[in-house]
């Protein structure tokens, strides 16, 4: 068994490891943390106010930043985020601070939730979840690990809803956990752990674009002790440790909400720790960290860890041996010194002095006087009543007025706004109208049109008038005209009973053309044989064909020609020809006139 003996509070911070802590037990500041303001004052640099005075790392020159979450150049402009995340039940949150939930978990599983809230006409978002992974400073980076949906996660409601269904050893604190709200599209799968260490700047003005979540268990209890007394804590008796792991034992300060309270580091690389005797300043809570490599994340990051509450035995003092002769019972508890009970200070009959107004509550070994609800004070001397719209502890909207009231405050919303104060959503009203659309022609006539925008539905309220406009653009000259044909114009009569020709016309004038249009192409007039009957057409004959040869040499014959009604032929009724178209006719010699000629 290998112990550490150490005098509590005879060591050193370490600072650098548990930084860590400032995020998780600060209290709700009440101004911005500028921790460098006189020296940007001392160089006439004049922050924003939502920007604090920073110091560069390399150059060792003081600058301004805006606050996390507020984007400019720190000097100039400061533009406030488009979301605010908080705790959807900070009921369930055991500690206190800016955008941190402390949570003592007690069962095997453990669900956050978060909510977002917009200003301005971002409606589309996006909720990441982050776990992260204290390092064993200094030599040992810490890492963060972007979560989604696993059988040991599952996220719900747009992302604004983490669910562990099993809780490990490394999901205590100082590992914590983180809902952060973001334009980008989420990403397709878990990310892989990435070197993160949060920085003072972080710390110190927590951005409300971000909510943490840190679990922690519920403390191991030792004693109760008198001072002087000695007591021993061996690790492994409450967790098993691997070969290859490093124990860090700190003394946590108690209550967990002091910006400046930083845990002292009692001893390194041991598995136990003892203290010989007592002090009023050992008493409290003792950390015991495991620390060793992950194959989550590739440095060696906390593993593990383990709380033990050092109790006081607050009842007594004791001179020497703790028996009857030398001890004695502490004001506001009774009895013989080894055995001391509570004295109820608040029971009647008992004499306190807490004003008429003041509630008496009974303690373990005292009392104290409670000021009503609305008003502070130690209830002995006064209560006065608290201004809440001066403090910032009120829960009006960020869009309504604070009026502190006697005991309370009461919510307005401002103008241009409805709602109960609480919750003030914009009217609906009007944006500006949007510039004129261009003129894209040239010539003839276009529209311009504006338009606008009733802002802010969800309220609920229609704005009254039209959401577009329209004119004419000016100067535009006529545009050219290509001229067009009418229609025709009906057939004309036919005048002849038998054959004829008709006509039709059309005018250039559909539209006539101008302005250095072209004009109609085609004809004007068109013609057309009438639909009548022909004439009739009467038959001639042609010409005579020639005499047929003589068909003897001596002696007389007959020849003939003919003639054909086809010049022209009769047709549509026309008359045939008149006469004949056959002829006969003589030819040769008589015998008597070819004996004489010899021709014979």
Not at 46 to 52: G, L, N
Not at 535 to 541: A, E, K, L, R, S
Request: net charge negative.
């Amino acid at each position: 068994m290998h112990f550490f003996k150490v005098k509590m509070l005879a060591t050193i911070l370490d600072s650098l490891l548990f930084l860590l802590l400032c995020l998780i037990t600060m209290q709700i500041p009440s101004k911005i943390q500028d921790p460098y303001k006189q020296e940007c004052i001392a160089r006439k640099i004049h922050c924003h106010q939502k920007a604090i005075c920073q110091q560069d790392e390399l150059t060792s020159d003081f600058y301004c930043r805006c606050l996390p979450g507020y984007r400019g150049d720190g000097i100039s402009i400061c533009q406030d985020p488009v979301f605010h995340v908080t705790v959807s039940n900070a009921s369930t949150c055991d500690g206190l601070g800016v955008q941190v939930c402390l949570l003592t978990v007690t069962e095997p599983k453990v669900t956050f939730n978060v909510s977002v809230s917009t200003s301005g006409n971002v409606r589309s978002y996006i909720v990441q979840w982050y776990k992260f992974y204290s390092g064993q400073s200094p030599q040992f980076n810490s890492y963060r690990r972007r979560l989604g949906n696993t059988l040991r996660g599952v996220m719900g409601h747009n992302g604004q809803v983490l669910t562990l269904l099993s809780i490990k050893e490394d999901d205590f604190y100082p590992n914590l956990f983180w809902a952060e709200v973001r334009l980008h599209p989420p990403l397709a799968k878990p990310a892989k752990a990435e070197v993160y260490d949060l920085t003072v700047f972080e710390m110190l003005n927590p951005s409300s674009l971000r909510y943490y979540f840190v679990l922690d268990s519920r403390p191991i209890e030792l004693g109760e002790f008198l001072e002087g007394s000695a007591v021993a804590i061996y690790l492994p008796q409450y967790l098993q440790l691997p070969p290859s792991s490093f124990v860090q034992w700190t003394k946590e300060p108690r209550p967990m909400g002091l910006l400046a309270s930083t845990p002292v580091v009692l001893a390194d690389t041991t598995e136990g720790i003892q203290i010989e005797s007592l002090t009023e300043h050992d008493f409290g809570y003792i950390r015991a960290l495991v620390y060793d490599f992950s194959p989550d994340v590739p440095g060696r990051v906390l593993v593990a860890q383990r709380l033990f509450l050092v109790k006081k035995d607050i009842t007594r003092m004791c001179n020497g041996n703790h028996n009857e002769a030398n001890c004695y019972c502490n004001p506001g508890f009774e009895g013989n010194g080894v055995h001391c009970v509570d004295v109820d200070e608040c029971a009647e009959g008992m004499s306190v002095n807490c004003l008429p107004e003041a509630e008496c509550v009974n303690t373990y070994g005292s009392f104290f006087c409670r000021c009503p609800k609305g008003f502070e004070g130690d209830g002995r001397i006064s209560c006065i009543d608290i201004d809440e719209c001066t403090r910032g502890s009120h829960a009006c909207n960020q869009d309504a007025m604070c009026l502190n009231t006697l005991s309370s405050y009461y919510c307005v919303c401002q103008s241009g706004f409805v709602g109960d104060g609480v919750h003030c959503k914009a009217k609906s009203t009007w944006s500006p109208w949007s510039p004129w659309s261009v003129c894209s022609a040239t010539c003839g006539f276009q529209n311009q049109m504006r338009i606008r925008r009733c802002t802010h539905p969800e309220s609920g309220m229609r704005c009254v008038g039209p959401s577009a406009d329209l004119k004419l653009c000016l100067d535009l000259p006529p545009c050219p005209v290509d001229g067009h044909w009418s229609e025709w114009s009906p057939w004309s009569l036919c005048a002849e009973t038998c054959s004829g020709v008709k006509e039709r016309i059309r005018t250039c004038d559909s539209p006539v053309p101008s302005g250095g249009g072209t004009p109609c192409q085609g004809e004007k007039v068109q013609f057309a044989m009438c639909d009548n009957k022909p004439c009739p057409v009467d038959g001639g004959w042609s010409a005579w064909t020639s005499w047929a040869p003589c068909p003897v040499s001596c002696g007389l014959a007959i020849v003939s020609r003919t003639r054909q009604c086809n010049n022209p032929a009769s047709k549509h009724g026309g008359k045939n020809c008149s006469g004949h178209g056959y002829e006969e006719g003589s030819c040769g010699f008589p015998e008597a006139f070819c004996k004489y000629l010899n021709i014979v």
